[in-house]
């Protein structure tokens, strides 16, 4: 959309003519109005002028309609420009530059749920800086601290926050650092600013989803579809053909990368493994599920057999939480072999929950290393359940993953659920990655047991 499009559109839903007096008694609104209309398109962008009054009337006692917010607000509006009309929708100033923002928020933000804290922090929002609970500053000052108080340097965080915020090509952020003359020093300044900008990311309330940070609204997501429990189809991705390049990026074709990982069942657990696991495991969240009242089931410890997996995660995540819990189960008198009862307390033992990024496939097991913040890198060989990790996964690497790597027997699993991120890594990130790869296995090579 050109400038002189955005002016026209601007003129039409903002008329100098349309400046009507206000209503009688009513001049006493036009502050209120105000703070509440700049907090809101800080926090969503857009909003309907109902949404508005209807976010308005809850928090106070006096009552504003729609049209009065229009009327009383447009001398602003045309005034001070940092907020705007547009049909039904009161918009940030970004919006006015581009009105085809409108369209795509409306798409990004539906069936989403609107982030409205308590009146005094809502206002607080009127404030663009208070936006994201200063995480980005912590950023910038990193950046400073780096790089030194130099011309420019405002600038291109500023460039950084915009772009990174709403995208996840880290690539970019080495692409503006460049331009302005900043270049790191080494690859654990590389890492420290990727963490803080993941963390600012996380934590940052964003117009697309309705003022929700992308932790509140993962959050939020989680909860909602465990509490709906439902057949849940697992989608596996598509099996490339042999002569196909290989979905992890190799460069090579299919058969002659994790096509022949696949093709071997090295780098999975057997049947007769694979049966072991899920029974024992089943029987575990079978007590943990009794003992907390979790949900309203009984797990069958029986494999194969189907399991709501929406509903097996919920009941996963409460073990994790006190995984002492175990010693309690295997101590209750439960019809538990020897074998069950070793395998058990290894995992309460031995568990490493936290992150770490998938870097290669290997004949032996997938190879990921640990990544949690004041963690060392290491790495380690794991066995897929079923199928192996390279098979069952189907993405490019590196890839950014939790879950809990468990002990069995002279191998590592991990306890069947691996949430994956989905974020983009540029060459320098991929370069800084490969870097503490290299490090971590001439130090300690891979760890192939707990």
């Known amino acids: 959309m050109t400038e002189a499009q955005a002016k026209k559109i601007f003129e039409k839903y903002n008329p ?51 049209g009065e917010i229009y009327t009383i607000l447009l001398p602003n509006a045309l005034k001070n420009g940092w907020y705007g009309f547009y049909k039904d929708y009161i918009v940030h100033y970004a919006v006015l530059r581009n009105f085809d923002w409108v369209r795509f928020l409306e798409q990004a933000q539906a069936g989403k749920p609107r982030y409205i804290p308590e009146k005094e922090k809502f206002l607080r929002y009127q404030w663009e800086e208070y936006n994201d609970g200063g995480h980005w500053l912590k950023v910038l000052k990193f950046m400073q601290d780096v790089f030194g108080y130099r011309k420019g340097i405002v600038n291109a965080f500023d460039e950084i926050r915009n772009y990174l915020t709403h995208n996840d090509d880290f690539n970019k952020m080495y692409s503006i650092l460049e331009e302005y003359g900043f270049v790191f020093h080494d690859s654990e300044e590389s890492k420290k600013i990727f963490t803080l900008i993941v963390s600012a990311k996380n934590n940052t309330r964003i117009w697309e989803n309705k003022g929700h940070t992308p932790e509140e609204l993962y959050t939020i997501n989680q909860k909602e579809r465990l509490s709906k429990p439902r057949e849940v189809a697992i989608n596996r991705p598509k099996k490339p053909g042999p002569n196909e390049p290989c979905p992890c990026g190799s460069g090579r074709k299919y058969k002659h990368c994790c096509g022949r990982i696949a093709e071997s069942g090295s780098a999975q657990l057997s049947f007769s493994e694979s049966k072991f696991f899920y029974e024992t495991w089943y029987k575990l969240l079978d007590f943990v599920n009794r003992k907390y009242g979790i949900l309203n089931i009984t797990i069958d410890p029986v494999y194969p057999s189907y399991h709501d997996e929406t509903q097996l995660h919920k009941i996963r995540e409460r073990l994790w939480v006190d995984p002492k819990v175990i010693t309690e189960f295997t101590g209750s008198g439960s019809t538990l072999s020897k074998e069950e009862t070793g395998l058990l307390l290894s995992w309460e033992k031995s568990h490493i929950k936290g992150l770490f990024m998938l870097m290669r496939y290997e004949p032996d097991g997938a190879v990921l290393m640990r990544t949690d913040k004041g963690k060392e890198s290491r790495l380690y060989a794991v066995k897929g359940m079923t199928v192996s990790i390279a098979e069952a996964m189907g993405r490019r690497l590196p890839v950014m993953l939790e879950t809990v790597l468990l002990p069995f027997n002279d191998k590592i699993i991990y306890d069947s659920f691996m949430a994956s991120y989905d974020i983009g890594f540029g060459k320098n990130i991929k370069s800084s990655l490969d870097e503490e790869y290299d490090e971590a296995r001439e130090k300690y090579g891979l760890v192939s047991t707990l």
């Open 16 to 66: 100098a003519d349309g400046v009507a007096r206000c209503p009688k008694g009513r001049a006493k609104m036009r502050k209120p109005l105000d703070l509440y209309a700049k907090a809101a398109v800080n926090l969503y962008g857009i909003i309907t002028l109902s949404e508005l009054a209807e976010i308005f009337n809850a928090q106070n006692d006096e009552r504003t309609t729609a």
